[in-house]
């Protein structure tokens, strides 16, 4: 897949030698606004590096300024029907717009938008969703390309008018329709996607569906930014798409844990000690990259601890820590969790 151009939120590029970026949505409504400051807050603690916000009525544009003052990360306002709210997120601030082409459609409001977005130097977003057309389609291949075809003529009028610092999403609530339409859009066009599958569902449903879809476009090197969209708080959002992209090995935000699924022969309450020493790690402030391997009998326990940096397998209620293939510490199922965080202190430091 031939490299996207580089576009800019703000301060942060996109596509081109750019890493694949993480965009989060403000789900605050905007009459909480301390609550939403903090949401803002959580999500750039979180490793958010974009946030998006729905500007639903011009007034709500001033949340450009207000958020200015407490985050430092790029702020795109989210624009459906009403082209005067773009315009007046542009002047209050915003970095970046997105437009809905399924339901701003007059071409004099859009060349508005798009004359105020080149004054001002800021990026828009063309973001095409399957809930933006009302009728049925036989196939995912039909939806996809009805989906390619809308973006494609707004494109080509935005273009018209010599703008080009575009980004475009096409993400559909069914995970095979996603695949198909950003496939066939990154066949003829450079602009970096936004990828995201939406209306995902609950937590679990949502992160297969967005881990599956994403995956699945990312490994095909499509993709310079991702939103996980799920029915649950906004920072799990985030942090599912740290996980989706450190999969890929795109991305590193700190240590990877590997550990079994546990089976019949495992005879320590492994999940309990997995979480255990992922917590107390991550409250420790522990973010190197080093692979930790947790494993829950000799099977493919010193396998495992082998190829990670730091490993551990349980027999009976006992524990040996591996570095590699030599044994660094004998423990048991009541000691291994301080032991192992204080072997993968002393192999960081
Ligand atoms: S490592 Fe051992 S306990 Fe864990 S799943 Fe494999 S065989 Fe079972």
Not at 254 to 264: K, N, Q, V
């Amino acid at each position: 897949m031939k490299k996207s151009k580089t576009v800019m939120i703000g301060t942060l590029s996109t596509g081109g030698n750019s890493p694949v970026r993480i965009k989060a949505m403000i789900k605050t409504p905007v009459q909480y606004l301390d609550k939403l400051i903090n949401e803002a807050l959580t999500l750039q603690k979180e490793g958010a590096e974009a946030i998006r916000i729905a500007v639903r009525e011009e007034k709500d544009a001033k949340l450009a300024r207000i958020l200015k003052n407490h985050i430092t990360i790029p702020l795109v306002a989210d624009i459906h029907f009403h082209y005067k709210n773009a315009l007046k997120s542009i002047e209050q601030g915003f970095d970046a717009i997105r437009l809905n082409p399924a339901n701003i459609t007059k071409r004099t409001e859009i060349k508005q938008v798009v004359k105020e977005a080149k004054n001002k130097g800021i990026s828009m977003r063309i973001g095409v969703n399957s809930g933006g057309f009302k009728k049925k389609f036989k196939t995912s291949q039909d939806m996809a390309e009805q989906m390619v075809n809308l973006t494609a003529d707004y494109i080509k009028f935005i273009e018209d008018q010599g703008f080009f610092d575009l980004m475009v999403s096409l993400k559909g609530s069914d995970v095979l329709t996603t695949i198909a339409a950003n496939k066939l859009f990154a066949r003829s066009y450079d602009y970096p996607l936004h990828l995201g599958v939406t209306a995902t569902g609950p937590f679990l449903e949502g992160v297969t569906k967005s881990s599956v879809g994403l995956g699945c476009l990312l490994s095909q090197g499509i993709g310079g930014l991702i939103r996980v969209s799920l029915t649950a708080d906004s920072f799990q959002e985030v942090r599912v798409a740290k996980y989706i992209l450190s999969s890929l090995n795109l991305r590193s935000f700190g240590f990877e844990l590997i550990s079994c699924p546990t089976c019949s022969r495992c005879e320590v309450n492994l999940i309990d000690i997995v979480e255990v020493f992922k917590k107390r790690l991550t409250d420790r402030g522990f973010n190197k990259p080093l692979k930790i391997a947790i494993m829950g009998c000799v099977v493919n326990g010193p396998g495992e601890a082998y190829q990670a940096d730091v490993g551990v397998a349980f027999g009976k209620k006992k524990a040996v820590i591996f570095q590699g293939d030599k044994i660094i510490k004998k423990s048991n199922e009541n000691n291994v969790v301080d032991d192992l965080i204080r072997e993968v202190e002393r192999i960081w430091s």
